[in-house]
């Protein structure tokens, strides 16, 4: 339940303060006051889209409170909690800002949350009903959801049982139709994995072996340099030559023998004698790998190098086939192994495939019929006990018809349609709701139908944005008494210009306006005794202080508190 909306520099209103709480709370003002930036404040609230537009002209921002009362263990406390925020005390706190520019930002329990939070809790939170309900329950979906959301939890599982069968149903069949229907282009594909498979098992590559190849192809192909280069290097540190040259190991040995010779009279030299004969033995360690490495270049170079390149050739082909790398071409013998496998067991699949479908086919009709069933039982009910709302609504004779007919094909929702029709009186024709029922009469029919579910319903709180539109006179006070009557099971909040409506009212707000310059600034008033009176008879003649505009409003009031309390017709 809403305890109370604060709104600022939204629309016309500057600030205001609505203050709601339980029972039946009727929001009234003149034309152009802002009793709809109410509705859009509270549509801010449970994540509707923000449009930087309904920002307050001059201003940078427009900002909604909101102070809900709702269970500490039920599903809103759940998601607030798994969104960071917090429900204290059974109280929970949600604000939108919306900035000038259209950016707009969302606090959940004390928290920053995304705005799809707030949709999130707006199912479990208020039920928000205007003209544009009114047009959505023209559409045949909606008057599906009516009648299934009125056939209760048996009708809920039996429709997710149904969808369970037709969604197996149909992943089964476009399985099926994928394999039947490209089985050329199957074909095609296997034959080409096993050339592919057999090209790579023949040559059989090695991870990392084109890189290898590289390196070596490169020493081979500057193997006389390289040669050169290492057999100068190795005589030039060591060398058994008669004519007198000294190698770098000879000169190095030298060099250590005169330290050492001398070392016992400065440990200075000491310490280069050692460095020496490092030196030295680095150097014939040197000289020893330069000689190794000069007897594996003695090997046939040309016919190492041949086949090397040709290697190389083989793997380039398989890599511009199956790459684009190496590492590629080898992962193909694993993922076309398994998609070969799979491909090779299409007829298999396709007669599995096939048994499947027909299976979950069957399943799903009979599922489809259990639904068409409840429904007619849901449909059934739901239009007797309409129709009593209606009568009750002044409007004596007409009759709600729900007719469940066969589609010729199963859907996503079943094996039927649903329509909601109005037989205006006795005798004649039951009409669609979306082509012969008038903006008053669809105004009762929703809020008929409001009444006979909101007893099976878990949401706390209905709105009503002027759906009395087009209602006057009897009709209209039937219609405060019936949303009076809704008020004993939930949280009502109704935006009307009927005084009919209103009184009925156990709260009752005005929306009131002043002029500051360009700027219409806005405030909420929360009335009670004369001052109710007063907005009353404004509502009923436009003459707050007409004395007979006084007394017809004090004899709507009464007569408001003495059917609001009566027993007839009550029954939901």
């Known amino acids: 339940m809403i305890e109370d909306i604060a709104i600022r520099d939204l629309g016309v209103i500057g600030q205001a303060t609505l203050a709601l709480g339980p029972g039946f709370t009727a929001v009234t003002g003149e034309t152009g006051a802002g009793k709809t930036m109410v509705v859009s404040a509270l549509g801010l609230l449970l994540g509707q889209r923000a449009d930087g537009g309904a920002v307050r002209s001059g201003s940078r921002q427009a900002v909604v409170d909101g102070r809900w009362t709702v269970p500490d263990d039920g599903p809103v406390a759940e998601r607030v909690r798994d969104a960071g925020g917090d429900v204290e005390d059974g109280e929970l706190l949600l604000s939108r800002i919306v900035s000038a520019e259209g950016r707009s930002r969302a606090v959940v329990g004390g928290r920053s949350a995304p705005n799809g939070v707030l949709g999130d809790l707006a199912d479990h939170l208020v039920v928000v009903h205007g003209q544009s309900e009114q047009i959505r329950l023209k559409s045949a979906s909606a008057q599906r959801a009516a009648v299934d959301a009125h056939g209760g939890a048996p009708l809920a599982a039996a429709l997710a049982a149904y969808r369970e069968s037709y969604e197996a149903w149909k992943t089964a069949e476009r399985e099926l139709a994928e394999i039947t229907g490209d089985r050329d282009a199957r074909a095609a594909e296997a034959e080409r994995l096993r050339v592919a498979i057999d090209e790579i098992e023949a040559l059989a590559p090695v991870a990392g072996e084109d890189v290898e190849l590289d390196a070596t192809a490169e020493r081979l192909s500057n193997a006389e340099d390289l040669r050169l280069a290492a057999g100068l290097a190795h005589e030039v540190l060591s060398t058994d030559a008669v004519d007198g040259t000294r190698d770098v190991l000879s000169l190095v040995d030298e060099a250590r023998r005169q330290i050492e010779r001398v070392a016992q009279h400065d440990p200075d030299l000491s310490a280069i004698g050692d460095l020496l004969a490092e030196v030295s033995v680095q150097v014939s360690e040197t000289s020893s790998r330069l000689s190794s490495y000069l007897s594996s270049l003695d090997a046939d170079v040309s016919r190492e190098l041949e086949t090397v390149q040709e290697r190389r050739a083989a793997l380039g082909a398989l890599v511009r086939k199956h790459g684009p790398t190496l590492d590629d071409a080898i992962a193909l013998l694993d993922t076309g192994s398994a998609r070969l496998m799979e491909l090779d067991g299409d007829d298999d699949r396709v007669e599995t495939l096939a048994a499947e479908a027909e299976r979950h ?76 029922a008038s903006g008053g009469e669809l105004s009762r029919v929703m809020l008929a139908i409001e009444v006979v579910m909101a007893a099976s319903s878990d949401v706390p709180t209905f709105v009503f944005d002027e759906v009395d539109a087009g209602v006057g006179g009897s009709a209209a006070i039937e219609i405060g008494r019936r949303l009076a009557i809704l008020a004993e099971r939930a949280q009502v909040i109704v935006v009307t210009h009927l005084a009919q409506v209103a009184a009925f009212a156990t709260n009752h707000l005005r929306v009131v306006k002043d002029a500051s310059g360009a700027v219409t600034a806005s405030s909420v008033q929360q009335l009670t005794g004369e001052e109710r009176v007063a907005e009353m008879a404004r509502l009923l003649s436009g003459l707050p202080d007409s004395e007979s505009g006084l007394e017809h409003a004090r004899e709507l009031l009464e007569l408001a508190a003495t059917r609001a309390g009566a027993p007839a017709d009550t029954r939901l």
């Open 361 to 436: 086919h069957e399943e799903a009709l009979a599922r489809a019929a259990a639904l068409t069933d409840l429904r007619r039982a849901s449909g059934d009910d739901l239009a007797r006990r309409v129709s009593d709302e209606l009568e009750a609504l002044a409007m004596a004779g007409a009759r709600l018809v729900v007719r469940v007919a066969p589609r010729d094909d199963l859907g996503t929702s079943g094996g039927d349609t649903v329509e909601l029709l109005l037989q205006p009186h006795s005798g004649s024709e039951p009409r669609a709701l979306g082509r012969g």
